[in-house]
Protein backbone atom coordinates (compact mmCIF):
# COMPACT_ATOMS: atom_id res chain seq x y z
CA UNK A 1 0.00 0.00 0.00
CA UNK A 2 1.36 3.79 -0.95
CA UNK A 3 0.55 6.37 1.50
CA UNK A 4 -0.69 9.52 -0.61
CA UNK A 5 0.07 12.75 2.01
CA UNK A 6 -2.68 14.79 1.65
CA UNK A 7 -0.72 17.57 2.93
CA UNK A 8 -2.19 19.28 6.24
CA UNK A 9 -1.98 20.34 9.78
CA UNK A 10 -3.22 18.46 12.27
CA UNK A 11 -4.88 21.01 14.71
CA UNK A 12 -5.93 19.87 17.59
CA UNK A 13 -7.94 17.23 16.24
CA UNK A 14 -9.23 18.66 12.64
CA UNK A 15 -6.60 18.28 9.75
CA UNK A 16 -6.38 22.07 8.50
CA UNK A 17 -5.12 23.74 5.38
CA UNK A 18 -3.73 26.63 4.81
CA UNK A 19 -3.74 28.47 0.90
CA UNK A 20 0.28 28.98 0.79
CA UNK A 21 1.98 25.33 0.05
CA UNK A 22 5.60 24.06 -0.44
CA UNK A 23 6.61 21.27 -2.48
CA UNK A 24 8.78 17.91 -0.62
CA UNK A 25 12.31 17.41 -1.91
CA UNK A 26 12.47 13.67 -1.86
CA UNK A 27 15.54 11.73 -2.55
CA UNK A 28 13.60 9.94 -4.93
CA UNK A 29 10.60 8.85 -5.91
CA UNK A 30 7.38 11.16 -6.27
CA UNK A 31 7.18 14.63 -4.79
CA UNK A 32 4.13 16.12 -2.74
CA UNK A 33 2.46 19.57 -1.95
CA UNK A 34 2.40 20.31 1.93
CA UNK A 35 0.38 23.62 3.25
CA UNK A 36 2.67 25.58 4.90
CA UNK A 37 2.50 26.62 8.93
CA UNK A 38 1.92 30.11 10.04
CA UNK A 39 1.56 31.76 13.48
CA UNK A 40 -2.30 31.55 13.45
CA UNK A 41 -2.05 27.72 13.37
CA UNK A 42 0.69 27.50 15.85
CA UNK A 43 -1.65 29.95 18.55
CA UNK A 44 -4.11 27.55 17.72
CA UNK A 45 -2.46 24.44 18.54
CA UNK A 46 -1.15 25.76 21.72
CA UNK A 47 -4.81 26.94 22.83
CA UNK A 48 -5.90 23.75 22.35
CA UNK A 49 -2.67 22.21 24.05
CA UNK A 50 -3.49 24.05 27.04
CA UNK A 51 -7.11 23.40 27.00
CA UNK A 52 -6.11 19.59 27.05
CA UNK A 53 -3.49 19.79 29.48
CA UNK A 54 -6.35 20.51 32.29
CA UNK A 55 -7.45 17.12 31.64
CA UNK A 56 -5.03 15.13 29.83
CA UNK A 57 -2.59 16.36 32.74
CA UNK A 58 -4.26 14.73 35.56
CA UNK A 59 -4.85 11.42 33.61
CA UNK A 60 -3.60 8.48 35.55
CA UNK A 61 -0.20 6.82 34.95
CA UNK A 62 -2.08 3.47 33.92
CA UNK A 63 -4.00 6.10 31.30
CA UNK A 64 -0.98 7.66 29.94
CA UNK A 65 0.68 4.29 29.69
CA UNK A 66 -2.37 3.31 27.53
CA UNK A 67 -2.19 5.87 25.35
CA UNK A 68 1.82 5.32 24.82
CA UNK A 69 1.21 1.97 23.82
CA UNK A 70 -1.68 2.11 21.21
CA UNK A 71 0.46 5.00 19.62
CA UNK A 72 3.27 2.32 19.15
CA UNK A 73 0.60 -0.08 18.19
CA UNK A 74 -1.03 2.75 15.50
CA UNK A 75 2.52 2.86 13.80
CA UNK A 76 3.28 -0.19 13.66
CA UNK A 77 -0.09 -1.05 11.75
CA UNK A 78 1.25 1.67 9.06
CA UNK A 79 4.99 0.44 9.24
CA UNK A 80 5.39 -0.55 5.97
CA UNK A 81 3.76 2.74 4.38
CA UNK A 82 5.68 4.99 6.60
CA UNK A 83 9.56 2.99 5.43
CA UNK A 84 8.28 3.85 1.89
CA UNK A 85 7.83 6.95 2.08
CA UNK A 86 10.81 7.86 5.05
CA UNK A 87 13.00 6.76 1.89
CA UNK A 88 11.61 8.45 -0.33
CA UNK A 89 11.64 11.46 1.47
CA UNK A 90 15.28 11.25 3.27
CA UNK A 91 17.47 8.89 0.88
CA UNK A 92 17.98 6.35 4.23
CA UNK A 93 18.00 2.77 3.37
CA UNK A 94 14.96 0.18 4.07
CA UNK A 95 16.74 -1.22 7.10
CA UNK A 96 17.50 2.35 8.63
CA UNK A 97 14.29 3.14 8.64
CA UNK A 98 12.44 -0.18 9.68
CA UNK A 99 15.10 -0.16 12.28
CA UNK A 100 14.35 3.17 13.74
CA UNK A 101 10.76 2.70 13.77
CA UNK A 102 11.02 -0.27 16.22
CA UNK A 103 13.17 2.26 18.08
CA UNK A 104 10.54 4.63 18.42
CA UNK A 105 7.79 2.47 19.13
CA UNK A 106 10.17 1.13 21.94
CA UNK A 107 10.64 4.24 23.42
CA UNK A 108 7.04 4.60 23.46
CA UNK A 109 6.80 1.62 25.27
CA UNK A 110 9.39 1.42 27.52
CA UNK A 111 7.91 5.65 29.05
CA UNK A 112 4.98 3.45 29.51
CA UNK A 113 6.22 0.87 31.81
CA UNK A 114 8.23 3.48 33.51
CA UNK A 115 5.27 5.98 34.27
CA UNK A 116 3.52 2.58 35.70
CA UNK A 117 6.11 1.62 38.04
CA UNK A 118 6.01 5.34 39.76
CA UNK A 119 9.39 5.68 40.39
CA UNK A 120 9.84 9.08 38.16
CA UNK A 121 7.09 10.94 40.50
CA UNK A 122 10.60 10.93 43.26
CA UNK A 123 7.54 10.90 45.79
CA UNK A 124 8.51 12.38 49.58
CA UNK A 125 6.44 12.55 52.80
CA UNK A 126 8.11 14.29 55.72
CA UNK A 127 5.20 13.84 58.71
CA UNK A 128 3.96 16.16 60.57
CA UNK A 129 5.75 16.81 63.99
CA UNK A 130 3.38 18.91 65.86
CA UNK A 131 5.36 18.48 69.31
CA UNK A 132 8.25 19.59 67.51
CA UNK A 133 10.45 22.34 69.84
CA UNK A 134 10.59 25.01 68.94
CA UNK A 135 9.00 25.28 66.08
CA UNK A 136 6.79 22.29 65.31
CA UNK A 137 6.77 20.91 61.62
CA UNK A 138 4.04 20.63 59.36
CA UNK A 139 3.07 17.42 57.28
CA UNK A 140 5.07 17.65 53.61
CA UNK A 141 5.37 15.83 50.58
CA UNK A 142 6.38 16.22 47.44
CA UNK A 143 6.28 15.09 43.56
CA UNK A 144 7.15 15.28 40.50
CA UNK A 145 4.51 17.29 38.39
CA UNK A 146 3.67 17.70 34.50
CA UNK A 147 4.19 21.79 33.46
CA UNK A 148 2.03 21.93 31.04
CA UNK A 149 1.93 22.43 26.57
CA UNK A 150 5.06 21.38 25.30
CA UNK A 151 7.09 22.25 21.67
CA UNK A 152 8.99 19.82 20.09
CA UNK A 153 11.14 20.57 16.57
CA UNK A 154 11.47 17.29 14.37
CA UNK A 155 14.72 16.50 13.59
CA UNK A 156 16.65 16.10 9.70
CA UNK A 157 18.50 13.19 10.89
CA UNK A 158 16.15 11.12 12.48
CA UNK A 159 12.36 11.16 10.93
CA UNK A 160 10.89 8.63 13.46
CA UNK A 161 12.86 8.64 16.71
CA UNK A 162 13.68 12.58 17.17
CA UNK A 163 10.99 14.13 15.13
CA UNK A 164 6.91 14.11 15.12
CA UNK A 165 6.25 10.75 17.69
CA UNK A 166 10.51 10.41 19.03
CA UNK A 167 12.23 10.97 22.21
CA UNK A 168 11.08 14.29 23.20
CA UNK A 169 7.12 14.01 22.43
CA UNK A 170 7.13 10.59 24.28
CA UNK A 171 8.17 11.94 27.25
CA UNK A 172 6.76 15.13 27.00
CA UNK A 173 3.14 13.10 26.82
CA UNK A 174 4.41 10.41 29.67
CA UNK A 175 4.88 13.52 31.76
CA UNK A 176 1.57 14.79 31.66
CA UNK A 177 2.23 17.18 28.86
CA UNK A 178 0.00 18.22 25.86
CA UNK A 179 2.65 18.48 22.54
CA UNK A 180 2.90 20.70 20.19
CA UNK A 181 5.48 19.64 16.96
CA UNK A 182 6.78 21.62 14.20
CA UNK A 183 7.66 19.15 11.39
CA UNK A 184 10.64 19.39 9.47
CA UNK A 185 10.50 20.26 6.03
CA UNK A 186 13.10 17.42 5.14
CA UNK A 187 10.38 14.49 5.57
CA UNK A 188 6.84 16.24 6.10
CA UNK A 189 5.43 12.98 4.53
CA UNK A 190 6.46 10.96 7.36
CA UNK A 191 5.89 13.25 9.54
CA UNK A 192 2.16 13.27 8.45
CA UNK A 193 1.68 9.50 8.73
CA UNK A 194 2.97 9.44 12.04
CA UNK A 195 0.66 12.08 12.99
CA UNK A 196 -2.39 10.42 11.46
CA UNK A 197 -1.26 7.15 14.15
CA UNK A 198 -1.06 9.73 16.74
CA UNK A 199 -4.67 11.05 15.96
CA UNK A 200 -5.72 7.37 15.98
CA UNK A 201 -4.68 6.84 19.38
CA UNK A 202 -6.28 9.85 21.03
CA UNK A 203 -9.10 8.38 19.46
CA UNK A 204 -8.84 5.07 20.56
CA UNK A 205 -8.19 6.42 24.41
CA UNK A 206 -10.70 9.25 24.32
CA UNK A 207 -7.35 11.71 25.25
CA UNK A 208 -8.61 15.74 24.54
CA UNK A 209 -7.75 16.35 21.11
CA UNK A 210 -5.29 18.95 21.86
CA UNK A 211 -3.44 16.56 23.40
CA UNK A 212 -1.16 16.95 19.75
CA UNK A 213 -0.71 18.81 17.25
CA UNK A 214 1.59 19.30 14.22
CA UNK A 215 2.29 22.21 12.55
CA UNK A 216 4.05 21.46 8.84
CA UNK A 217 6.82 23.86 6.88
CA UNK A 218 6.74 27.22 7.28
CA UNK A 219 9.77 29.96 7.57
CA UNK A 220 11.23 31.06 10.84
CA UNK A 221 8.04 32.94 11.90
CA UNK A 222 6.46 29.50 13.20
CA UNK A 223 9.60 28.29 15.13
CA UNK A 224 9.83 31.79 16.65
CA UNK A 225 6.04 32.04 17.33
CA UNK A 226 5.62 28.53 19.29
CA UNK A 227 9.22 28.83 21.23
CA UNK A 228 7.07 32.68 22.20
CA UNK A 229 4.04 31.35 22.89
CA UNK A 230 2.89 32.33 26.20
CA UNK A 231 0.87 28.82 26.82
CA UNK A 232 4.05 26.71 25.78
CA UNK A 233 6.28 25.74 28.78
CA UNK A 234 9.15 24.12 27.05
CA UNK A 235 10.93 23.39 24.30
CA UNK A 236 12.50 20.17 22.84
CA UNK A 237 15.19 20.61 20.09
CA UNK A 238 17.36 18.71 18.17
CA UNK A 239 19.24 20.35 15.36
CA UNK A 240 22.45 22.92 14.49
CA UNK A 241 23.90 24.54 16.66
CA UNK A 242 23.01 28.08 14.83
CA UNK A 243 19.30 27.27 14.89
CA UNK A 244 19.22 25.77 18.34
CA UNK A 245 20.94 28.79 19.98
CA UNK A 246 18.54 31.50 18.08
CA UNK A 247 15.56 29.60 19.74
CA UNK A 248 17.06 29.39 23.05
CA UNK A 249 17.92 32.97 22.77
CA UNK A 250 13.80 33.54 22.12
CA UNK A 251 13.10 31.16 25.14
CA UNK A 252 15.48 33.43 27.69
CA UNK A 253 14.35 36.26 26.14
CA UNK A 254 10.70 35.97 26.89
CA UNK A 255 8.28 37.62 29.59
CA UNK A 256 8.42 34.23 31.52
CA UNK A 257 11.60 32.33 30.31
CA UNK A 258 11.20 28.47 29.85
CA UNK A 259 13.62 25.96 29.86
CA UNK A 260 14.88 25.48 26.19
CA UNK A 261 16.21 21.60 25.55
CA UNK A 262 18.51 21.68 22.50
CA UNK A 263 20.87 18.78 21.59
CA UNK A 264 23.00 20.81 18.92
CA UNK A 265 25.59 18.58 17.50
CA UNK A 266 29.28 17.27 19.23
CA UNK A 267 32.61 16.14 17.17
CA UNK A 268 32.55 13.25 20.09
CA UNK A 269 36.50 12.64 19.93
CA UNK A 270 38.16 9.72 20.66
CA UNK A 271 41.47 9.59 22.01
CA UNK A 272 44.01 6.74 21.65
CA UNK A 273 46.42 5.34 24.23
CA UNK A 274 49.33 3.85 23.37
CA UNK A 275 49.31 0.62 24.43
CA UNK A 276 45.79 0.07 22.44
CA UNK A 277 47.38 1.72 19.30
CA UNK A 278 50.64 -0.29 19.56
CA UNK A 279 48.32 -3.34 19.83
CA UNK A 280 45.05 -3.05 17.67
CA UNK A 281 45.76 0.11 15.73
CA UNK A 282 44.70 -0.83 12.30
CA UNK A 283 41.59 -2.33 13.80
CA UNK A 284 40.73 0.59 15.91
CA UNK A 285 41.52 2.91 12.04
CA UNK A 286 38.93 -0.07 10.68
CA UNK A 287 36.09 0.41 13.37
CA UNK A 288 36.53 4.23 13.29
CA UNK A 289 35.85 4.41 9.60
CA UNK A 290 33.00 2.33 9.80
CA UNK A 291 31.87 4.60 12.33
CA UNK A 292 32.44 7.25 10.75
CA UNK A 293 30.45 6.57 7.17
CA UNK A 294 27.65 5.04 9.12
CA UNK A 295 24.44 7.15 7.87
CA UNK A 296 26.70 9.27 5.80
CA UNK A 297 28.03 10.52 8.79
CA UNK A 298 24.89 12.30 9.61
CA UNK A 299 24.53 11.13 13.80
CA UNK A 300 25.04 13.75 16.30
CA UNK A 301 27.31 10.82 17.82
CA UNK A 302 29.58 10.50 14.63
CA UNK A 303 33.51 10.54 16.06
CA UNK A 304 34.59 13.33 13.89
CA UNK A 305 38.06 13.49 15.64
CA UNK A 306 40.60 11.10 16.20
CA UNK A 307 43.64 12.11 18.73
CA UNK A 308 46.53 9.92 19.01
CA UNK A 309 50.43 10.05 20.05
CA UNK A 310 52.46 10.40 17.10
CA UNK A 311 54.41 7.70 16.03
CA UNK A 312 54.36 4.48 13.58
CA UNK A 313 51.16 3.16 15.73
CA UNK A 314 49.56 6.27 14.59
CA UNK A 315 50.53 5.14 11.27
CA UNK A 316 49.17 2.01 11.03
CA UNK A 317 45.93 3.48 12.50
CA UNK A 318 45.89 6.38 9.57
CA UNK A 319 46.81 3.75 7.13
CA UNK A 320 43.76 1.69 8.16
CA UNK A 321 41.37 4.48 8.24
CA UNK A 322 42.39 5.69 5.24
CA UNK A 323 41.98 2.20 3.11
CA UNK A 324 38.54 1.20 4.58
CA UNK A 325 37.13 4.83 4.27
CA UNK A 326 38.44 5.07 0.18
CA UNK A 327 36.26 1.73 -0.24
CA UNK A 328 33.17 3.36 0.80
CA UNK A 329 31.13 4.55 -1.88
CA UNK A 330 28.78 7.84 -1.98
CA UNK A 331 25.82 7.76 0.20
CA UNK A 332 22.51 10.47 -0.10
CA UNK A 333 22.41 12.76 2.21
CA UNK A 334 19.09 13.71 4.05
CA UNK A 335 19.31 17.09 2.06
CA UNK A 336 20.57 19.39 -0.31
CA UNK A 337 21.11 21.94 2.06
CA UNK A 338 22.70 19.56 4.71
CA UNK A 339 25.35 18.38 1.54
CA UNK A 340 25.84 21.89 0.90
CA UNK A 341 26.82 22.48 4.47
CA UNK A 342 28.86 19.37 4.64
CA UNK A 343 30.79 20.44 1.42
CA UNK A 344 31.60 23.92 2.90
CA UNK A 345 32.84 22.26 6.22
CA UNK A 346 35.11 19.98 3.96
CA UNK A 347 36.50 23.24 2.49
CA UNK A 348 36.75 24.84 5.69
CA UNK A 349 38.88 22.16 7.34
CA UNK A 350 40.75 21.52 4.62
CA UNK A 351 41.72 25.17 3.93
CA UNK A 352 42.78 25.30 7.71
CA UNK A 353 46.93 26.18 7.99
CA UNK A 354 49.05 23.23 9.37
CA UNK A 355 45.91 20.64 8.00
CA UNK A 356 46.96 17.90 5.70
CA UNK A 357 44.74 15.72 3.57
CA UNK A 358 45.00 12.09 3.74
CA UNK A 359 41.86 11.03 1.56
CA UNK A 360 39.76 13.56 -0.83
CA UNK A 361 37.30 12.36 -2.75
CA UNK A 362 34.85 14.35 -4.67
CA UNK A 363 31.30 14.77 -3.58
CA UNK A 364 28.29 16.43 -5.42
CA UNK A 365 24.79 17.20 -5.17
CA UNK A 366 23.11 14.81 -2.25
CA UNK A 367 25.81 12.88 -1.94
CA UNK A 368 28.38 12.32 0.32
CA UNK A 369 31.96 10.55 0.52
CA UNK A 370 34.37 10.57 3.01
CA UNK A 371 37.45 13.17 3.39
CA UNK A 372 40.39 12.32 6.17
CA UNK A 373 42.58 14.75 7.24
CA UNK A 374 45.49 15.29 9.77
CA UNK A 375 47.14 17.67 11.89
CA UNK A 376 49.50 18.04 15.09
CA UNK A 377 48.38 18.82 18.63
CA UNK A 378 49.84 22.20 18.59
CA UNK A 379 48.03 23.74 15.34
CA UNK A 380 44.51 22.16 16.92
CA UNK A 381 45.19 23.86 20.22
CA UNK A 382 45.59 27.48 18.42
CA UNK A 383 42.51 26.65 16.15
CA UNK A 384 39.60 26.21 18.03
CA UNK A 385 37.74 26.34 14.29
CA UNK A 386 39.04 22.79 14.22
CA UNK A 387 37.04 21.63 17.10
CA UNK A 388 33.59 22.55 15.12
CA UNK A 389 31.34 19.88 13.83
CA UNK A 390 31.55 19.04 10.12
CA UNK A 391 28.01 16.99 9.79
CA UNK A 392 29.08 13.91 7.76
CA UNK A 393 31.35 11.10 6.97
CA UNK A 394 34.45 13.97 7.49
CA UNK A 395 37.61 12.75 10.06
CA UNK A 396 40.51 14.51 11.04
CA UNK A 397 43.45 12.96 13.12
CA UNK A 398 45.26 15.02 15.62
CA UNK A 399 48.82 14.06 15.74
CA UNK A 400 49.71 15.08 19.94
CA UNK A 401 53.36 15.12 20.80
CA UNK A 402 53.09 12.91 23.85
CA UNK A 403 50.57 12.38 26.99
CA UNK A 404 50.55 15.69 28.17
CA UNK A 405 49.74 17.30 25.15
CA UNK A 406 46.66 14.64 24.43
CA UNK A 407 45.27 16.29 27.97
CA UNK A 408 46.21 19.71 26.90
CA UNK A 409 44.11 18.79 23.66
CA UNK A 410 41.34 17.13 26.13
CA UNK A 411 41.03 20.35 28.55
CA UNK A 412 40.58 22.59 25.45
CA UNK A 413 37.43 20.90 24.10
CA UNK A 414 34.17 22.54 24.16
CA UNK A 415 30.84 20.39 25.31
CA UNK A 416 30.35 17.03 23.87
CA UNK A 417 27.82 14.55 23.49
CA UNK A 418 30.27 11.48 24.10
CA UNK A 419 34.04 11.17 24.31
CA UNK A 420 35.56 7.86 23.83
CA UNK A 421 38.60 6.23 25.57
CA UNK A 422 40.60 3.21 23.51
CA UNK A 423 42.83 1.70 25.74
CA UNK A 424 44.63 -2.01 26.86
CA UNK A 425 45.07 -2.81 30.71
CA UNK A 426 48.41 -1.15 30.14
CA UNK A 427 46.85 2.20 29.28
CA UNK A 428 44.79 2.45 32.74
CA UNK A 429 47.08 4.76 34.16
CA UNK A 430 46.74 7.33 31.64
CA UNK A 431 43.17 6.76 31.52
CA UNK A 432 42.37 7.72 34.84
CA UNK A 433 44.59 11.29 34.47
CA UNK A 434 42.47 11.94 31.44
CA UNK A 435 38.85 10.93 33.03
CA UNK A 436 38.21 13.75 35.51
CA UNK A 437 38.76 15.88 31.87
CA UNK A 438 36.62 14.32 30.17
CA UNK A 439 33.76 13.77 33.07
CA UNK A 440 33.77 17.59 32.54
CA UNK A 441 33.36 18.07 28.78
CA UNK A 442 30.75 14.88 27.93
CA UNK A 443 27.70 13.28 29.26
CA UNK A 444 28.40 9.76 28.32
CA UNK A 445 32.27 8.13 28.59
CA UNK A 446 33.03 5.47 26.41
CA UNK A 447 35.84 2.54 26.11
CA UNK A 448 36.91 0.63 23.14
CA UNK A 449 33.98 1.31 21.68
CA UNK A 450 32.36 3.55 18.97
CA UNK A 451 29.52 6.49 19.94
CA UNK A 452 26.88 5.89 17.08
CA UNK A 453 23.97 3.98 18.45
CA UNK A 454 22.17 5.28 21.45
CA UNK A 455 20.91 2.69 23.94
CA UNK A 456 17.07 3.90 25.06
CA UNK A 457 17.45 3.02 28.43
CA UNK A 458 17.30 4.40 32.09
CA UNK A 459 21.09 4.89 32.80
CA UNK A 460 21.39 6.71 29.18
CA UNK A 461 22.39 9.67 28.97
CA UNK A 462 22.45 11.76 25.50
CA UNK A 463 23.34 15.53 26.08
CA UNK A 464 26.44 17.34 28.13
CA UNK A 465 27.98 20.63 28.49
CA UNK A 466 27.10 23.40 25.80
CA UNK A 467 27.28 23.34 22.87
CA UNK A 468 26.53 20.15 22.77
CA UNK A 469 23.44 20.63 24.58
CA UNK A 470 21.73 23.86 26.45
CA UNK A 471 21.29 21.81 29.39
CA UNK A 472 23.57 19.85 30.79
CA UNK A 473 21.54 18.33 33.57
CA UNK A 474 19.16 16.75 31.04
CA UNK A 475 19.54 14.08 28.48
CA UNK A 476 17.33 13.59 25.56
CA UNK A 477 17.23 10.22 25.55
CA UNK A 478 16.56 7.64 28.18
CA UNK A 479 13.95 7.36 30.87
CA UNK A 480 16.06 10.53 32.72
CA UNK A 481 14.50 12.54 29.82
CA UNK A 482 11.10 12.62 31.19
CA UNK A 483 12.26 15.15 34.05
CA UNK A 484 12.60 18.20 31.75
CA UNK A 485 9.11 18.16 31.44
CA UNK A 486 8.56 17.82 35.41
CA UNK A 487 8.71 20.50 38.37
CA UNK A 488 8.57 19.64 41.61
CA UNK A 489 5.51 20.68 44.11
CA UNK A 490 5.30 20.62 48.21
CA UNK A 491 1.66 19.94 49.41
CA UNK A 492 1.90 21.44 53.27
CA UNK A 493 -1.11 20.09 55.26
CA UNK A 494 -3.57 18.94 52.69
CA UNK A 495 -6.21 16.27 53.50
CA UNK A 496 -5.76 13.40 52.07
CA UNK A 497 -9.10 13.43 50.50
CA UNK A 498 -7.41 16.65 48.13
CA UNK A 499 -3.92 15.24 47.55
CA UNK A 500 -3.24 13.97 44.28
CA UNK A 501 -3.92 10.17 43.89
CA UNK A 502 -0.48 9.38 43.74
CA UNK A 503 0.96 10.56 46.90
CA UNK A 504 -2.25 9.02 48.99
Known amino acids: MTFKPHGKHLIAGEWIATDATFTSEPASGEAHSFSVGNPTLVDQAAEAAEAAFTTYGYTTREERAAFLDTIADE ?3 RGEEITEIGTSESGLPEARLQG ?9 RLFAEHIRKGDYLDRRHDEALPDRAPAPRPDLRMMQRPIGPVAVFGASNFPLAFSTAGGDTAAALAAGCPVVVKGHGAHPGTGEIVAEAIHAAIGKCNMPKGTFSLVQGGNRQVGQALVQH ?3 KAVGFTGSLAGGRALFDLCAQRPEPIPFFGELGSVNPMFLLPEAVAARGASI ?5 GSLTMGAGQFCTNPGIAIVVDGPEADAFTDAAKETLAATGPQVMLTDGIAKAYRDGRDRVAASK ?5 LTSTCDRRNAT ?19 EVFGPLGLIVRVADMDQMKQVASSLRGQLTCTLHMDDGDAGAARELLPILERKAGRLLANGFPTGV ?8 GGPYPASTNFGATSVGTLSIRRFLRPVCYQNLPETVLPADLV
Open 455 to 462: EVCDSMVH
Open 230 to 232: PLI
Open 285 to 289: GEGWA
Open 354 to 358: GVQEV
Open 370 to 388: PYLYETDGQTWLENEALGE
Open 100 to 108: ERGRTTGQL
Open 75 to 77: IEA
